[in-house]
C-alpha cells in the first residue's frame, strides 16, 4: 500500500512537470503516465479503463463531430460576418460585434474552433479597414474563453465537472451564466479607452465592409439545414436534459450518428478530423488522477484543504475560485481540474453532502476557465490566436499580453467573486 | 532505362541570392513551370515555382487554408499592390524546399512512381550528383516521349 502511495505521487509529479515543460505532445505525457501506473503495479487495467470518465469522451467526440460537418456548410462565417455588418463599419463597434459572436459561438462550441473561424475573418476586416488587429485579437481570446464558461460544453472544465456531478446543461447556465454578461461588459470597457486611438478610419474604408456578402459564405444550403436541424435537437436535448433522463455525451453522440447519417459526408474523412490527441491526453490524464484516488492520495490533500480552511464553506469557495484562477493562468486547466474534481467529492461529506458543495463546483468552473484569460498560454484559443497573429506579422508577445489580460482576468475573478458572495457563499 | 538517359539538361536555374525580379523575367521569358535555385557550388536548395509566387502575395491566412474560399469578402486593398513589394525581395526568402530530386542511375520506373505521388503542384523532378549538384530535370512529358519512342524502335 505505503509503496503504491509514493509510485503514484511520482508519476503524477513527473506528468505535471512534463506537462509544464511544454517540450512533448501532451496526450503521450498522459499516456506515458498511465501506462507506467499499470506496468508499475499502482493499478490494474480493469481499474485504470474504471477510472476514465466516458462521458466527457462521449461529449467530446460527439461534439467535434457535429461542429466538423456543420462548419463546412459556412453557417459560422455567415454570423461572424453578419455581426460584422451589423456595426456599419464603425471599427469600435465591430469589435463589440465580434467579441458578442465569439462568447456566443464558444459557449456552443469549443474555443479554439471558435477562434479558427472568427480571426481570420478579423483579419479581412482589418486590412479592409487598416486598423491594427492587436485588439480585436485580444478581445476574441478573453471573450472565448468568457462566453465558454457559461455553459456545459462552452470550455472541457465545464465539461469535466457536468461528467462528473450530474450537473446539467441548464444548471451550468442558471449557475454560472448569469454573472457571464457582466464579466463580458467588464471586459470590453477598458478595452474601449485602453486602444481607443486605433478606432479611427474613413467613410471610404467603412463601406468596404459593407461590400461583404455573408450570403456567399453559405455554400451548401440543403446541408445547412440538417445541420440546423441536428443543432437544434441536440441543444434542445442539452435543455431538456433533466427531464430526458440522458447524459450528455449520450445527446451529443446520437445528434453526430444522424448528422453522420443524413449528410452523407464521408466518414473517415470527419473522424480523421476528430482531435485524436486530445481524446487521448483526457484518458491518460483520467487514469493518472484515478491513481492518485484509489491510493488514498486525493483524500489526504481533502483533509490537509479541510484543515487549512476550517472547514468553512466560503473559504473553500474563494481558495477554489482564487487558487484555480492563478493556476490556470500558468498551467493548463485540464489536469488542473482533473486533480481537483475528486478533490473536492472528497470534501463533500465534511460539508454534509454533494449537494452542500454546489457553490465549489461553480468556484471551480469561474476560476478555471477565466483564469485561462491571464496569459498567452494560459489557454489553448490564447496559443491559436497568437500563433495566426504571429504568422500574419503581429506579433503577441508575452508581457505585453499579460499587461493588458491579467489584470482583466483578476477583474474577472474579483467579479465572480461578488456573485459567488451574493449567491452562494455570503 | 535511367534518369539520365531521359532527362533534359539544359536547365535554367537561378541563384539563391538572387531577386525575385530575376525570378519573374526567367518565368516571363522561359515559361518553366519551376525553376530549381542553387547555391555557389550549384548544389540545389529548392525551387521557385509560380504558385509560390501566387502564394507569397496572399496573406498567410488565407495560405494556412484558414479561409478556403473568399467569394463572399471583396478584394483586399492592398493585395495587388503586393506584387511589387515582392519583386525586391531575395529568392532565398521565397524558394520551396519541398521539391523532388532523383541521381541519374535512377530507373525511369522509379522515376514514373515518384513522379505520379508527387504533391499536385509540383510536376517535374531534379536529376541531382551525390553532391546535389543540378544535372538535369524530368518533366512527365520526358517520361512519356522517352518510354513512346522506345517502343517505336523496338516495334521496327
Known amino acids: 500500500m505505503a509503496q503504491t502511495f509514493y509510485i503514484a505521487i511520482a508519476v503524477f509529479v513527473a506528468v505535471y512537470a512534463l506537462l509544464i515543460w511544454d517540450k512533448l505532445n501532451r496526450a503521450v505525457v498522459a499516456l506515458l503516465g498511465a501506462s507506467a501506473l499499470i506496468l508499475l503495479g499502482v493499478l490494474n487495467q480493469e481499474a485504470a479503463v474504471h477510472g476514465i470518465d466516458f462521458n466527457t469522451i462521449g461529449l467530446l467526440i460527439g461534439m467535434m463531430v457535429i461542429v466538423f460537418i456543420c462548419q463546412d456548410t459556412g453557417m459560422f462565417q455567415y454570423v461572424a460576418i453578419r455581426g460584422a455588418k451589423m456595426s456599419k463599419g464603425d471599427p469600435w463597434k465591430i469589435l463589440v460585434a465580434l467579441s458578442i459572436v465569439t462568447a456566443i459561438l464558444s459557449a456552443l462550441l469549443d474555443n479554439v474552433t471558435t477562434v479558427l473561424l472568427t480571426v481570420p475573418i478579423t483579419l479581412l476586416i482589418t486590412q479592409e479597414l487598416e486598423v491594427n488587429p492587436y485588439p480585436y485579437f485580444i478581445s476574441q481570446i478573453l471573450m472565448s474563453n468568457i462566453g465558454g464558461t457559461a455553459t456545459l460544453i462552452g470550455d472541457p472544465p465545464n465539461i469535466m465537472i457536468g461528467s462528473a456531478t450530474g450537473l446539467t446543461f441548464m444548471d451550468f447556465v442558471f449557475g454560472v451564466g448569469p454573472v457571464i454578461p457582466i464579466i463580458f461588459i467588464a471586459t470590453i470597457i477598458p478595452l474601449r479607452f485602453i486602444y481607443g486611438s486605433s478606432f479611427k478610419v474613413s467613410e471610404d474604408r467603412k463601406k468596404r465592409i459593407m461590400q461583404f456578402r455573408e450570403s456567399e459564405t453559405l455554400t451548401d444550403i440543403p446541408l445547412l439545414k440538417k445541420c440546423l436541424v441536428v443543432l437544434a435537437l441536440v441543444i434542445g436535448g442539452f435543455m431538456m436534459q433533466r427531464q430526458l433522463h440522458l447524459e450528455p455525451a449520450t445527446i451529443a453522440l446520437f445528434g453526430a450518428s444522424i448528422l453522420l447519417l443524413i449528410s452523407k459526408k464521408d466518414l473517415h474523412h470527419v473522424m480523421e478530423k476528430v482531435e485524436w490527441t486530445s481524446i487521448f491526453f483526457f484518458i491518460g490524464l483520467f487514469i493518472v488522477v484515478h491513481s492518485l484516488v484509489e491510493v488514498g492520495f486525493i483524500r489526504y490533500l481533502a483533509d490537509l484543504m479541510l484543515d487549512a480552511t476550517g472547514g468553512d464553506m466560503a473559504v473553500t469557495g474563494y481558495a477554489i475560485l482564487w487558487g484555480s484562477a492563478i493556476a490556470s493562468s500558468i498551467v493548463d486547466n485540464i489536469p488542473f481540474v482533473a486533480t481537483m474534481i475528486p478533490l473536492i467529492k472528497n470534501m463533500a461529506p465534511a460539508f454534509g453532502g454533494d449537494a452542500a458543495v454546489l457553490p465549489l463546483w461553480w468556484a471551480l468552473s469561474l476560476g478555471a476557465c477565466l483564469g485561462g484569460n491571464g496569459t498567452i498560454i494560459g489557454a489553448s484559443a490564447n496559443v491559436v490566436v497568437s500563433g495566426i497573429a504571429h504568422r500574419n506579422g503581429h506579433e503577441m508577445k508575452f508581457f505585453k499580453y499579460m499587461l493588458i489580460a491579467y489584470p482583466l482576468m483578476l477583474l474577472s475573478i474579483a467579479i465572480s467573486t461578488v456573485y459567488m458572495y451574493l449567491r452562494y457563499l455570503g | ?156
Not at chain 2, 509560390?52 to 487554408?65: M, Q, R
Not at chain 2, 520506373?109 to 503542384?121: C, G
Open chain 2, 1 to 156: 532505362m535511367t534518369a539520365a538517359s531521359i532527362m533534359t539538361t539544359k536547365v535554367l536555374s537561378i541563384s539563391v541570392s538572387g531577386t525575385m525580379y530575376d525570378a519573374f523575367k526567367l518565368v516571363q521569358e522561359a515559361r518553366v513551370r519551376q525553376i530549381p535555385v542553387l547555391d555557389e557550388q550549384k548544389r540545389v536548395v529548392g525551387i521557385i515555382t509560380p504558385r509560390s509566387l501566387v502564394k507569397a502575395i496572399l496573406p498567410s491566412y488565407i495560405t494556412e487554408g484558414l479561409l478556403s474560399d473568399v467569394k463572399f469578402a471583396p478584394e483586399l486593398p492592398d493585395f495587388v499592390r503586393h506584387i511589387d513589394s515582392l519583386a525586391s525581395k531575395k529568392v532565398s526568402d521565397l524558394l520551396e524546399k519541398d521539391f523532388a530530386a532523383v541521381s541519374p542511375e535512377t530507373s525511369v520506373m522509379e522515376v514514373s512512381t515518384l513522379m505520379i505521388n508527387l504533391k499536385k503542384h509540383v510536376e517535374s523532378v531534379l536529376v541531382v550528383d551525390d553532391k546535389r549538384v543540378l544535372l538535369g530535370i524530368i518533366s512527365p512529358w520526358d517520361v512519356f516521349k522517352r518510354l513512346w519512342d522506345y517502343s517505336e524502335k523496338a516495334r521496327k
